[in-house]
């Protein structure tokens, strides 16, 4: 791999792996009455998708990226990933006290990326 998309790789990979992931974890939410059983065998079977994602992700990025950076890129990510998936699958609202908390991790994210003092 060479050139911007060893740059990109790990921005698509983790963002795939935020959405299989987001599904893992909260998108049995919308079938309350599911055996628990069942929603967490189908949740391991989305979250070894999102493990092929993630591992290749932090693996090919880490030639390019550091660890802390990775680990903050994926954490941004999962927030926009969750936000989505918050409105537009569980159908529950965003508020202000979200939206600035989301705010403050952005800015402890940006201070990650921010060239070393």
Wanted: charged residues 10%.
């Amino acid at each position: 791999m060479h050139g911007l998309w060893l740059w990109l790789a790990p921005v698509v990979l983790l963002s795939l792996s935020n959405i299989f992931m987001t599904f893992a974890w909260y998108g049995h939410l919308r079938f309350p009455h599911a055996a628990l059983w069942l929603v967490i065998l189908v949740s391991w079977g989305i979250a070894l998708i999102e493990y092929m994602l993630a591992v290749p992700a932090n693996r090919l990025g880490h030639r390019v990226y550091s660890a802390a950076e990775l680990k903050t890129m994926q954490e941004a990510i999962t927030l926009v990933v969750f936000a989505g998936f918050s409105v537009l699958y569980l159908k529950e609202p965003l508020t202000w006290n979200h939206a600035l908390g989301f705010s403050l991790i952005a800015a402890g994210a940006f201070v990650i990326f921010r060239a070393p003092l």
